[in-house]
């Protein structure tokens, strides 16, 4: 009998859309390691990926994109983001565009990495 293979969870952190880059960068991390072991990796991981995904110097986020920016990492919806800061849907999308042009950053988890590193979010705030 062939050994029984018990599901593994993977988690992909991808620096490029081309799919050469992809596969040649990938990394693993074991989540059986202890808990504190595991989350110093990851953070090493997030500054890693955080550095070579965002511009150097972004331009400064106005009050109201970073209002947007910690609800978008929190894994609202563009219409939950409205209805939370009484704005309007196209006022979201439009904050979330000027928000992906200054920061370099064109990805949900991306986004949240970001807001996790630079202190905006806690990782109990992620759904």
Same mark, same amino acid.
């Given at each position: 009998?062939?050994?029984?293979?018990?599901?593994?969870?993977?988690?992909?952190?991808?620096?490029?859309?081309? !799919? %050469?880059?992809?596969?040649?960068?990938?990394?693993?991390?074991s989540v059986d390691l202890p808990e504190s072991t595991l989350i110093e990796k990851l953070e090493n991981l997030f500054t890693t990926f955080l550095s070579r995904t965002t511009k150097r110097n972004?331009?400064?986020l106005s009050a109201r994109e970073i209002d947007v920016l910690k609800l978008v990492a929190r894994g609202y919806l563009n219409k !939950? %983001?409205?209805d939370a800061l009484a704005i309007s849907l196209?006022?979201?999308i439009s904050h979330r565009k000027n928000i992906t042009r200054k920061l370099g950053i064109k990805t949900v988890p991306g986004l949240t990495l970001y807001a996790l590193m630079n202190?905006?979010?806690?990782s109990s705030d992620i759904q």
């Open positions: 009998d062939p050994p029984s293979l018990s599901p593994k969870k993977m988690i992909i952190l991808v620096e490029s859309e081309n !799919e %050469i880059n992809t596969f040649a960068a990938y990394r693993t991390l972004p331009e400064e !939950e %983001i409205a196209h006022t979201v202190g905006l979010i806690s």
